[in-house]
């Protein structure tokens, strides 16, 4: 099914910009967190990669050419809002996916569903929010798709239940599906998402491996000799990305080659010098936050 | 495999790296010995529930060092040949880690390299002083 790519992407809503601008990669097999705050414009983009909304421009691509009925059969998708019909039981659901979809597999269907523990003869409007989220996850799954599309798929889960979603998309994974998916639980996304973009405003405002970023995104620390010390050059530094004063202390967020930034300070002759790293939750942050939530960061340890 | 890793995807050292650390430190105690199987990629991703490519990054990276070797097919191994010198290069990699973390903090606070080396020599006395 090879790459999905996003290019220029944007979508507005009469004056509302939902999606500005948005460009980025979804390699074959990989697992693809979609960070942002609410309103950031996931599930805009989303709607745009399923056809559901009309691109205002921009295209989105499946191995370089546009998604047509066929391509769409191999993608399932599971939307954050229940799209059950509560007067159905889930048996009948399931009924509906099998003469809906070719591919979809009966026995992995009844055998999701009993692990979450639901019962197949209730209407789904007697399950909880939780259970019916885990009924879409399950009758997504059971389609055998090459492309899983999850928006939120573990809201009002139980601890026990989130982990199973997610061993879930990791054994999509391994299988060899492409799966994309958001959450507001960044800690899931780190151990499940081997690339995320960050979406903020509807623009793109980070993108990348995980491994990567931590890799790379670091702050580094110096005490400086005395509070009106100048910092040559260092503020035009590609590396960092932002400097915060306070007194003596100076923190620089880098964006690759800290130990490099860290030898900058020492030849400016600061002292206390440190290279603090960054989780994926200071990471998100630093790339959707105004300029002072790089301290902010630091002082919560 | 007998050993249960652990990983914490919330920290900031990424998590093919723990993985990595975890099985040289497991190597290096003997508590995987040479020749002994390693779970599949996608049997360890589920039990840690992280990414099976960052599970497979792991591997290759630990298969480059040296410390494990993977046979088409049949799956990863720690490796056999010359099994004292893989458990002594684990060893050597995850003690250079930490010595390295130590003398990084030591000269950060201000320490110059003659006191840094007369720490780590009483350091040395300290822990060899009786037999070894």
Known sequence: ?301 | MPVVLTVDPRSGVPIYLQVIDQIKRSVALGVLAAGEQLPTVKQLALDLTINPNTVAKAYRELERDGVIETAPGRGSFVRSNGSIETTKTAATDVARDAIEAAIREAKSIGLLADEIRSLTSAAIEKWFREGA
């Open chain 1, 1 to 301: 099914m090879s790459t999905i790519s996003i290019k220029n992407l944007r979508k507005t809503y009469g004056p509302y910009m939902a999606v500005d601008d948005l460009s980025f990669e979804i390699p074959e097999a990989c697992v693809f967190g979609l960070l942002g705050p609410n309103g950031a414009g996931k599930t805009t983009t989303f709607k745009c990669m399923l056809g559901l909304a009309r691109p205002t421009s921009g295209t989105v691509l499946y191995g370089g050419l546009p998604l047509v009925p066929a391509t769409q059969q191999h993608i399932a998708y599971v939307p954050e809002r229940s799209v059950l019909y509560d007067w159905m039981t889930v048996a009948e659901h399931v009924e509906m996916q099998r003469r809906a979809y070719a591919k979809f597999s009966v026995p992995k269907a009844n055998e999701l569903l009993r692990q979450f523990g639901i019962d197949q003869r209730k209407k789904t409007r007697a399950l909880s929010k939780g259970m019916r989220t885990a009924t879409m996850v399950a009758l997504a799954i059971a389609r055998e798709a090459d492309i899983l599309i999850f928006d939120e798929p573990t809201s009002g889960l139980d601890p026990i239940n989130q982990r199973h979603v997610l061993n879930l998309i990791i054994n999509e994974s391994a299988r060899g599906a492409t799966v994309i998916f958001s959450s507001h639980q960044i800690g899931q996304v780190e151990r499940a998402a081997e690339r995320i973009a960050v979406v903020d405003r509807g623009r793109l405002a980070l993108e990348g491996s995980v491994d990567d970023l931590k890799s790379d995104r670091k702050i580094v620390e110096a005490i400086l000799p005395s509070e009106t010390f100048a910092l040559n050059g260092l503020a035009g530094d590609p590396r960092i990305t932002r400097i915060d004063r306070n007194g003596r202390i100076v923190r620089a967020l880098t964006s690759h080659d800290a130990q490099d930034v860290l030898a900058r300070f020492e030849a400016l002759g600061a002292s206390g010098l440190r290279i603090v790293d960054l989780n994926l939750e200071d990471i998100f942050l630093c790339a959707v936050s105004p300029a002072d939530a790089t301290a902010d960061v630091v002082e919560g340890r």
